[in-house]
């Protein structure tokens, strides 16, 4: 040893060794010699098998407790492929009533990991199961689990906002494991599922348990988290059932402008989820496929409109809060419609001398045409992007759209540098070209109006953050917010205004503002609109090509409303 | 070091033992590997073995023709290659896990080589201050050893380079270091576990004073190591709660992967199942039962000896603990002739590297030590390692037969 004349490191080094080699020793004997036969008696006869007992689901709830998805018991029936005799594939098809054939299918396609159990059939019933249960002993490699079903309560009222769950099929789930699929099941999913619990059996070749796998401990299942949401059932199913009635595909959005719940978002078409939910059969799915209006598609935050004549509230915002106008401003008369160049923007009746209320009041087109050149179009895009319009207002609702504002750098991109101008300021001053929202932007601003600018963002979860408002502060002023209110009441009130006749027999005192959206087929019928008493709603109701706003979306709101209010006894 | 100026001319005979047993560990696995990969859907493992065996013989003879002052000479530059590809593999790394450098049909693993690399340079600077004492000298060594923990561990790939330390800490052993002076070093881990239980703690408390104490050092060190190791230890218990419930739960699966009943703890059971049915006879070659039904994870690498247990039960087994066990007490034998302090300290290194993968990883496959990524050396499939593995296998044959040079 160099240096060192004591030779401890050699024996102290040595000696760990030692002591590290005897342990290993030791286990080897443990495991080899005394448990050698256990283990032994494990590997060659029987096996370990993991026991997953899935987790209940959380329970989904509307804001008064309404329980609007939860877990039913259920079983699904599984193969091992490589302990599974063929020879009783016509037995086992006959209990699970599965066509010939079916089964070695499924067994095939399974193969290639054969010690992995394969689902046969999921979402059977007590009853259902029983019948296998009694045969179990005559068919190895056969078994029966426990996999709760999701099941919705109100299927077709919330099918766009819960979406639906269906089986796992990645690599790290269990057997009858369920994932969300769309929508909030999809968003909360992580929050909702919960962690199933594990038991290890010592199982032998006909699949009957010999004994628990010592050592180690069972963990129980650990239920998911349950969810409340802001939106009010009953409101959510008259809004649903009026939008049916129209016969037309459609939404409504309903947010409580005082704390920003959205107490319904409802779009029609609907489905029903429980189809996903017990295994969608495929006449079903070729139902849905078949269907032009697209059931699956969701209205409410996931489409995007023309606001039409409903953005003329932001228009006149704009223009009274920048003082590019004043309230009794008159510019020169609508002749019914206004020529730029070679283009003639038209108007759907010739108003005359009006003011900015009277504009509002009676959705002139030419009003804003003339006024709207005060101003850009920079201008008014970043202006109504204070109002949410261009960007999503929430974090939870799948396939959210933040619709669209043009501005300048955006016409540029589209048409190129000179192939765009002031036609294009015209039509998006009036809520036409390219300008998009989705029906909750739309409440969102009728929510704005109505709580002066101080509605916070909306949200469907009970429990979240409470936020700052959309509106920042001084970007609409006092007097605007005045003027803009005065105007959407006479567009309900006086005669002349385009809401007159939908709200004429109502007991509601209704604030609102329509939209005609022009697009190929029939115009899109819209309709904004707050009420403050008894309760503080603000409404966007679209109705696809349902044509003028006033008369299709107008009544639709009126009624939605009135009969909520009705039967809550507010009213 | 009487004869530190003179070079004593003449050599020893190659350690026969220590190469017979080198011999015996690679046909035991190459039989256990061409045995593992009948199952696996991979092709030619088999014969990629054979051939990194082939260039791992081709490495082993530079290791024993290599001039160990040139290596001492290269050792700084060598590791600091090492870092740069860990580096590399940090931000380009590939395959599994991403622990790879792959160029073409190239898959290199830099963390198998960083070892060797750490063994170098921990050895060079500490023979280097034997020569010319540094004030913080051991301090410095740390400071140089941290690059390559870190970059292993950012992988990350914890086994590893909590092996990597183990291993520096062995040369520190070798170099003279007592068990106290480890003992203090590793203070502040022991401190941070022992916070678990109030007698861990007050245990540790009391070998600590009790080192300080024979070791006759001042009150500074005194307050230094027990004042620092309190707040070290009352501080463990106050950040663990300030964690969330799921980054816990990642720290425990990232610690003890076992606690995973999904993932590594079910690998764990198979692997038990696997050794213990092959009772005292075993089940035969190629008979494995457990490994036929596919249920043994990782056969060819990580749990390869599970399936040597599996098919040559306790006699196999025994037999490979022991071979292991001469030819670690061979390649110490070798450290401990060596004159020259540099090539003693390798070799031990060595010894150490042998010692720390045979325990953990065979530890592994019985359920006794958690599961880390260490390979079973001349045994496991891989390349970078069988390669590596053979060079400082070549190494400490040669520092057996030149051992009289200074």
């Not at chain 1, 939404?251 to 779009?267: K, M, P, Q, R, T």
């Not at chain 1, 300048?408 to 294009?424: C, E, M």
């Not at chain 2, 993932?263 to 008979?287: C, D, H, K, R």
Request: contains cysteine.
């Amino acid at each position: 040893m160099y240096g060192n004349s004591k030779n401890w490191p050699f024996f102290f080094s040595l000696s760990v060794v030692s002591i590290l080699f005897i342990l290993l020793g030791a286990k080897l004997i443990y495991l080899q010699i005394i448990k050698g036969e256990y283990y032994r008696g494990l590997s060659s006869q029987n096996h370990i098998r993991v026991i997953v007992t899935p987790a209940p689901r959380g329970v989904i709830s509307d804001r008064n407790g309404i329980i609007l998805a939860d877990s039913k018991p259920a079983f699904i029936v599984s193969a091992v492929p490589s302990e599974f005799n063929r020879a009783n594939t016509a037995l086992v098809e006959q209990q699970l009533e599965m066509t010939a054939g079916e089964l070695n299918e499924i067994l095939d396609e399974a193969s290639a990991v054969p010690h992995r159990p394969v689902v046969l059939r999921e979402g059977l019933s007590v009853e259902k199961v029983s019948s296998i249960a009694e045969n179990l002993y005559r068919i190895p490699g056969v078994m029966i689990d426990v996999a709760p079903l999701r099941r919705y309560h109100r299927p077709e009222d919330f099918c766009h906002i819960l979406g639906y769950v269906g089986l796992a099929d990645t690599q790290d789930s269990f057997r009858g494991e369920i994932i969300g699929r769309t929508g909030l099941e999809l968003k909360l999913n992580e929050t909702l599922r919960g962690i199933p619990g594990l038991q290890r059996e010592v199982v032998d070749a006909l699949g009957r348990i010999v004994e628990e796998f010592r050592g180690t401990s069972s963990e129980d299942p650990v239920p998911g988290g349950n969810v409340s949401l802001t939106v009010d059932a009953e409101l959510q199913s008259i809004a649903i059932t009026e939008l049916e009635q129209t016969g037309m595909p459609g939404a409504a959005v309903i947010i409580d402008y005082e704390n920003g719940d959205i107490l319904c978002a409802a779009s029609v078409p609907v489905f029903d989820p429980n189809m996903f939910a017990r295994g969608i059969t495929q006449d079903e799915w070729n139902a849905i496929l078949d269907n032009q209006d697209n059931p699956l598609f969701e209205r409410a935050w996931a489409a995007t409109y023309p606001p039409a004549s409903t953005f003329k509230v932001v228009t006149a915002c704009w223009l009274l809060s920048k003082g590019l106008i004043s309230r009794d401003y008159m510019p020169n008369p609508c002749y019914g419609s206004l020529t730029l160049g070679d283009t003639e923007f038209g108007c759907w009746t010739s108003h005359g001398r009006l003011n900015v209320v009277q504009a509002l009041e009676q959705s002139c087109d030419v009003f804003f045409y003339r006024t709207v050149q005060l101003g850009s179009i920079d201008e008014l895009a970043e202006y109504s992007a204070c109002f949410g319009m261009g960007s999503r207002l929430t974090d939870v609702l799948t396939g959210e759209k933040t619709g669209l504002i043009p501005d300048s750098d955006y016409l540029n991109r589209t048409y190129g540098n000179d192939g765009w101008g002031l036609g294009n300021l015209l039509n998006i001053s009036i809520g036409q070209g390219e300008l998009l929202a989705t029906p909750l932007q739309l409440a969102v601003i009728a929510g704005i109006i109505a709580s002066r600018g101080e509605m916070p963002p909306p949200g469907i979860l009970l429990q979240r953050k409470v936020l700052n408002p959309v509106l920042s502060s001084d970007v609409v002023t006092d007097s605007a917010f005045d003027i803009v209110t005065e105007a959407m009441l006479r567009v309900v009130t006086s005669r002349r205004g385009t809401l007159y006749n939908a709200f004429s027999d109502s007991s509601l005192d209704f604030w609102g503002k329509t939209g005609t959206a022009e697009c190929p087929g029939e115009d899109h019928a819209l309709v904004i609109g707050f009420v403050r008493d008894p309760m503080p709603l603000a409404i966007c109701v679209v109705i696809e090509h349902g044509g003028h706003g006033g008369s299709i979306a107008g009544p639709v709101a009126e009624n939605i409303l009135s009969r909520y209010l009705v039967e809550r006894g507010e009213i | 070091m009487n004869e530190g100026r003179f070079k004593l001319i003449g050599r020893d005979r190659p350690d026969l033992l220590l190469i017979t047993s080198v011999v015996i560990l690679l046909a035991i696995g190459l039989s256990t590997v061409y045995s593992a990969s009948m199952v696996v859907s991979e092709s030619g493992l088999f014969r990629r073995q054979v051939l990194w065996v082939g260039i791992g013989i081709a490495f082993f003879l530079v290791g024993t023709w290599i001039s160990f002052r040139r290596l001492e000479e290269i050792s700084p530059v060598t590791y600091l290659l090492v870092c740069l590809l860990l580096l590399i593999t940090l931000f380009l790394g590939g395959g599994p896990a991403d622990r790879w450098i792959i160029i073409g049909p190239l898959h290199i693993q830099p963390s198998e080589i960083a070892k060797a690399g750490l063994i170098l340079v921990t050895s060079w600077w500490l023979s280097s201050l034997r020569v010319r004492p540094r004030k913080f000298g051991e301090l410095l060594v740390f400071l140089t050893i941290l690059p390559a923990v870190i970059l292993t561990l950012l992988q990350p790939d914890l086994g590893t380079s909590v092996a990597m330390i183990m291993i520096v800490l062995a040369i520190f052993v070798w170099a003279g270091y007592g068990p106290g002076w480890i003992y203090l070093i590793v203070s502040p881990v022991l401190a941070a576990v022992s916070s678990i239980h109030i007698i861990f703690w007050i245990i540790f408390m009391c070998i600590l004073g009790l080192i300080l104490y024979r070791r006759k050092y001042p009150f500074s060190s005194w307050l230094i190591f027990m004042g620092g190791n309190s707040i070290v230890a009352a501080l463990t218990p106050m950040a663990w709660n300030l964690l969330e419930t799921y980054q816990r739960s990642r720290l425990i699966t990232f610690l003890d992967p076992s606690s995973d009943p999904h993932g590594a703890g079910w690998n764990i059971i198979q692997s038990e199942v696997a050794v213990g049915s092959g009772g005292i006879f075993g089940q035969g070659f190629l008979q494995g039962a457990q490994k036929e039904l596919a249920y043994l994870p990782a056969r060819h690498t990580d749990f390869v000896f599970s399936v040597w247990a599996e098919e040559t039960g306790f006699l196999g087994g025994i037999i490979l603990l022991a071979t292991f066990f001469v030819l670690i007490w061979r390649i110490t034998l070798a450290a401990r002739k060596s004159v020259n302090s540099f090539n003693s300290l390798v070799t031990a290194g060595i010894a150490a590297y042998f010692t720390i993968h045979v325990f953990v990883n065979i530890g592994m496959t019985l359920g006794i030590m958690p599961v880390t990524g260490l390979p079973l050396p001349l045994i496991s499939y891989g390349g970078s390692q069988m390669i590596v593995v053979l060079f400082l296998l070549g190494l400490a044959v040669n520092a057996g037969m030149y051992w009289r040079e200074v």
